[in-house]
């Protein structure tokens, strides 16, 4: 086993200061449960914030770093601005409701990004240093989205995993943020992002290709010469350590007291952090709904709501918990009587074996919050019922919703329906609540935590490592030995590698610049320059025809190897499919809009640049099904391209142009290959040895050297024209 790098916000520990020195200890959350196996095995480290040190002093803090080594954590100190600017502001103010689909709640004019992105490359910087090669890195949550991109630049070698345990929005509302494109783009450091739902990954998925233009393929990213892998890891909970509590001697001996006190009633529960996620003030109101057009259900109702304190320096915290006070005064006011109250409202924080008692003894658990990334609460209820009784309410929106469908599903918006549910769960007989709690717990102890860790760090430790990368400085060894060429043969691409794309393929004409640097390289000595292209003939004939150079059109359909010569085609290649496929592509044109076709001599081709990029690709992909599908085995091939898809007959490519461009060729020539697209890749792969490919951007690619794109492009053959 590799040595794990933990690293997250939070340390799993509590500092605790009291009149008997300061003491460290763990934490009992689900994270710190199900990774303390691995952490401990692996001998590797923990690395994150352990709370508010400020008021300790140098002997107390000199004391919590020696527990803290002991327990293999390394603490990142926050300063109190970094506290209320990273954690309170841009985490828990803009991140945290905007994940949530909260977007009114961010502040109008966010402030706080610079120091998000100071802490997150603070993280990066000491997890760099504590890094040894051959560890594994696991970066934890949204306080952290930069943190894997800092990593990827300074350890190009390393494996990074990053976990998000909060809902990945719709893309768009993940597109109002400012700063979209920069967090997306941190993530993208890592080699395998989970998240705990497979909606969560279609959702960053459809970001990806919104803000970046990355298409997933199944689960797969191509980004920066690199592969990210995405998956669903729905987090799990340690169930036995649930069950074993449920079981306890002492735990029973509470669990009869809470059910003695409240003998007549019927026991309704919700356990969650005072959080404006978590649902509680609809809760409350379909409890009153409920006792409202009920009235046999008044007096025989306790809801005993657990609130822990969360997160109070952010102000609508503060509000949430007005009012959720205020409406528990109301509920009680109005249904309480001199001997009791329907509702039990405990603002404080329970250990795990309370916690269990009144899982245990609760009729009914509550979960219903508004958006939720997974819910354990759900879990652990479940894990505390070997007793395989109790009815889980819960929310739709939550992630737990995905797994457990074995629950009373509710709509967390809904007051009259979750009255509805509430009142269903109590009347439910008891074979149903067996039948129901049996499944739910089956799951529950089947894919627990130790089965989430094992399934990312395996997932994980399968990803390729990257390849070494070949640098920018290759562009400049490539120059080198373009240099060192007696005589050089250029094959280049246009769109994408000498002209950056454009909006329609006929705005994309060359530039006087470019023309001139064409003119001049082809003028070289003992150079030959050869423009290969997708594009129609007649087109590259009124752009280039005036220059010295060879020309290939469609794929090489069509070639023009030296000014002056005729154009010819490849032999037998013929057109007659096209009557058959065109009205396939404009039936897909009309009902796509912003999509074109473009036809060529020798093929046909459906643009979708313009597009919608999620519903373009989807088209696409739909598209290309849909004629391989009626046209198979036929004479026809399907190139999926940079935003198109062509069509054109079968054993046309660019690689066929290699051949008739070097049958002439004088001794010593170097080949070299330049192309950013799928099409560029024949080319490559039909080169002689010894020749040079170039790819142009950031996707895989056989081309031994990578240049980023046109700009680059431009400044390398440039180069070959000074010295
Ligand atoms: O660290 P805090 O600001 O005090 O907040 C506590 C944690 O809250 C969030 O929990 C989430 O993770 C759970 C486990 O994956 C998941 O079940 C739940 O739905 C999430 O809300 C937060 O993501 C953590 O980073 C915080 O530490
Ligand atoms: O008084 C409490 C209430 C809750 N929890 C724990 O806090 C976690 C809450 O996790 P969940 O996924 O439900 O929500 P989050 O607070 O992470 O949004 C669960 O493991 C609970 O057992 C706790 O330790 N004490
Ligand atoms: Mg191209």
């Known amino acids: 086993m590799s040595r794990l790098l933990l690293v997250s916000n939070r340390l799993p520990v509590t500092v605790k200061a009291d009149k008997d020195g300061v003491s460290v200890v763990r ?61 309170e502001g841009y985490s828990n103010r803009t991140l945290w409701p905007l994940c949530h689909y909260l977007i009114d709640r961010i502040p109008e004019q966010e402030r706080d990004w610079d120091v998000y992105r100071k802490v997150n490359e603070r993280f990066a910087d000491l997890v760099a240093r504590h890094y040894q090669p051959g560890d594994t890195i696991w970066v934890h949550d949204y306080q952290l989205m930069l943190v894997p991109a800092f990593l990827r630049a300074r350890l190009p070698q390393a494996r990074i995993g990053f976990f998000f345990h909060i809902p990945f929005p719709s893309s768009e509302i993940f597109r109002t943020l400012p700063h979209r494109a920069d967090l997306v783009r941190g993530l993208l450091g890592a080699d395998l992002i ?97 006792l409202e057009r009920e009235p046999t259900w008044r007096g025989r109702l306790r809801f005993v709501q657990v609130a822990v304190p969360s997160r109070t320096a952010v102000a609508d915290y503060a509000a949430y918990r007005d009012k959720v006070d205020e409406l528990v005064g109301r509920i009680n006011g109005l249904y309480g009587s001199v001997h009791n109250v329907p509702v039990h409202y405990l603002y404080r924080s329970f250990n795990e074996r309370q916690l269990t008692a009144l899982y245990r003894a609760a009729d009914v658990m509550f979960v219903t919050p508004i958006r939720d990334g997974m819910n354990l ?79 990312f760090l395996d997932e994980l430790q399968a990803t390729p490592t990257p390849p070494p990368r070949v640098e920018p400085a290759g562009a400049e060894e ?21 002209v950056p794309f454009a909006p329609k393929p006929e705005l994309a004409s060359p530039d006087a610049e470019l023309l001139d640097l064409l003119q001049r390289l082809a003028s070289r000595r003992d150079t030959r ?65 912003g999509a074109f076709v473009e036809e060529k001599s020798g093929s046909l081709a459906w643009h979708y640049r313009q597009v919608d990029p999620v519903f373009g690709a989807r088209q696409a992909r739909e598209l290309r099904l849909h004629l391989g599908e009626v046209f198979a085995h036929g004479p026809l091939e399907v190139l999926p391209g940079d935003k198109v898809v062509e069509v054109r007959a079968r054993g046309v490519n660019k690689g066929r142009v290699v051949a008739l461009v070097t049958q002439d060729m004088s001794p010593g020539t170097r080949v070299v290959a330049i192309g950013d697209d799928r ?30 794109g046109p700009p680059e492009v431009r400044r390398l053959l440039s180069s070959l024209l000074v010295g």
Request: hydrophobic share 40%.
């Open 27 to 87: 934490s009992a959350g689900g994270l710190a449960t199900g990774l303390r196996g691995p952490h401990e095995r692996s001998g590797g480290l923990w690395i994150g914030w352990p709370g508010d040190v400020s008021r300790l002093t140098p002997q107390q803090r000199a004391s919590v770093e020696a527990q803290l080594a002991e327990l293999r954590c390394v603490p990142l100190y926050l300063s109190a601005s970094e506290v209320s600017r990273f954690y």
């Open 194 to 290: 989970g998240f705990h739902t497979i909606t969560y990954v279609r959702h960053f998925s459809s970001t990806l290709m919104r803000l970046l233009g990355l298409e997933t393929v199944v689960d797969r990213v191509a980004y920066d010469g690199r592969e990210v892998r995405l998956g669903a890891f729905p987090m799990g909970i340690d169930a036995q350590a649930f069950e074993n509590l449920a079981k306890e001697p002492a735990v029973l001996e509470e669990v009869r007291t809470h059910r003695e006190k409240s003998s007549e009633l019927r026991l309704l529960l919700g356990v969650d952090r005072l959080d404006y996620t978590k649902g509680i003030p609809r809760r409350l109101l379909a409890v009153q709904r409920l």
């Open 377 to 455: 609460v759900a879990k652990e209820f479940c894990a505390a019922r070997p007793d395989e009784d109790g009815v889980l309410v819960l929310s739709e929106f939550a992630g737990a919703a995905d797994e457990m469908g074995d629950a009373v599903m509710v709509n967390p918006y809904d007051v009259e329906g979750m009255a509805d549910a509430l009142e269903a769960a109590l009347e439910m007989p008891e074979e149903e609540r067996r039948t129901r709690m049996r499944n739910l717990r089956a799951r529950v102890k089947e894919y627990d935590v130790h089965w989430w860790v094992r399934s």
């Open 478 to 498: 490539a120059l080198a030995q373009l240099r060192e060429a007696q005589c050089l043969l250029l094959l280049i691409d246009y769109d994408g590698t000498l």
């Open 529 to 593: 320059v050869h423009i290969v292209s997708g594009r129609p003939r007649e087109t590259l004939e009124a752009w280039f025809g005036g220059l010295p150079l060879g020309l290939h059109a469609e794929h090489g359909l069509w070639s023009r190897p030296a000014p002056g010569a005729p154009w010819t085609s490849q032999e037998g290649v013929t057109t007659d499919w096209k009557n058959l496929v065109r009205p396939v592509l404009e039936a897909f044109a009309a009902r796509v809009p």
């Open 679 to 708: 099409t560029d890749e024949d080319l490559f792969a039909a080169l002689p040895e010894g020749s040079l490919a170039i790819h142009a951007g950031g996707k895989d690619t056989r081309a031994r050297y990578r240049v980023k």
